[in-house]
């Protein structure tokens, strides 16, 4: 069973709802970054609007975008990826039960604090009643939501998924994990800082990307899916071992992987992991990244997978996605993009022209 990426859409600190970041991006100069808003109007009612937090609106608007781009009216299946949920409105509700006493408490930000509610609100949206599901396992969230839409379009249950992965990052939430070192200083906060090894932290940024993903081929599909798997490794040598036999398995004979698009962020500690892997396994390929254009977040591997897809459809590298030196490149046969979550959970995506 061939399974295509049809259309993505994103919003984050690059220009939403548009790939004019793989021309003139727009590049963070600060730990704290906030996305982008499109024109709401133009996807949801104004009356309806008021009543949703701005992470469900990101949401709505990279969905619909992606469905018109890839000519898809009604998904079969809509599977999200959220490490978070909405914590605007987790946030909202929380300091009313304090503010209030514990009484008289407003529903909406408690409905829409659920992690679900991001899928939930799509398929209202759509009026889709066909399988919907939600996953939250924080730096793979994103990753098993597109291995199960995968897995439901290898055994012939759907057709079509739409498949993305939302976060958001709050004032509140991003002073609480600066406090855990997850953050650069600002004057560390540029691309060049970032490729500086020996200091831990990054930049942050929130996730809102959606992909149509379908068994069939159009003259607008972006790229092919291979291949993606979820693995538990224990040291540098389960991780090898995982990717030869990935590779053996998704990857003919006479190909060899073109380009490794990892989701180096700037941590110290994050960094080492891609740069033994890369070593270890694939030192011919390309290594791009992605992170310094939209940021750190639990659904960050959503912008490696849409990154690659529009790399593959192009035809063409940018400069500033390669790590180290940029060099021309004239054909790109494949990308595998890998990502994993405190040098454990660790996952594989090869996608192909």
């Not at 909202?92 to 909406?108: G, H, Q």
């Not at 919907?132 to 730096?139: A, E, Q, V, W």
Request: one cysteine or more.
């Amino acid at each position: 069973m061939s399974i295509y990426i049809q259309s993505a859409s994103q919003i984050s600190m690059q220009e939403p709802l548009s790939e004019q970041w793989m021309k003139s991006p727009i590049l963070p100069t600060v730990a704290f970054n906030s996305p982008l808003e499109p024109d709401f109007k133009r996807f949801i009612l104004p009356a309806e609007s008021r009543r949703m937090g701005r992470l469900l609106k990101r949401a709505v608007a990279v969905s619909l975008d992606a469905l018109q781009k890839g000519g898809c009216e009604m998904p079969d299946a809509i599977i999200s990826g959220t490490g978070l949920g909405c914590v605007e409105n987790t946030e909202k509700f929380l300091n009313a039960v304090i503010d209030n006493d514990e009484e008289c408490l407003p529903p909406t930000p408690f409905m829409q604090s659920t992690h679900n509610t991001v899928s939930s609100q799509i398929a209202l949206k759509l009026q889709c009643h066909g399988y919907n599901s939600t996953y939250s396992h924080r730096g793979t969230s994103f990753d098993s939501a597109l291995l199960d839409a995968v897995m439901q379009l290898q055994v012939g249950r759907i057709s079509t998924a739409l498949v993305g992965g939302y976060d958001e990052m709050t004032p509140a939430y991003f002073k609480m994990l600066g406090k855990l070192g997850y953050w650069r200083s600002d004057a560390e906060s540029d691309v060049d800082s970032l490729k500086k090894s020996g200091i831990n932290g990054s930049v942050s940024g929130g996730s809102a990307v959606s992909l149509l993903l379908a068994n069939s081929f159009t003259e607008n599909t972006l790229c092919h899916i291979d291949g993606a798997e979820i693995y538990s490794v224990a040291s540098l040598q389960e991780m090898c071992d995982f990717y030869f036999e990935f590779v053996q398995k998704y990857l003919s004979q006479n190909n060899h992987v073109d380009a490794v698009m990892c989701g180096l962020s700037g941590d110290q500690e994050n960094d080492a992991v891609y740069r033994r892997f890369v070593q270890q396994c694939c030192q011919e390929a390309d290594v791009l990244w992605y992170k310094h254009l939209f940021g750190e977040s639990f659904c960050a591997s959503a912008y490696g997978i849409y990154t690659a897809a529009c790399v593959l459809k192009d035809q063409k590298i940018p400069p500033h996605l390669f790590y180290q030196s940029p060099r021309e490149v004239n054909v790109v046969k494949n990308i595998l993009v890998v990502n994993h979550f405190q040098k454990s959970d660790f996952s594989l995506t090869l996608l192909s022209r």
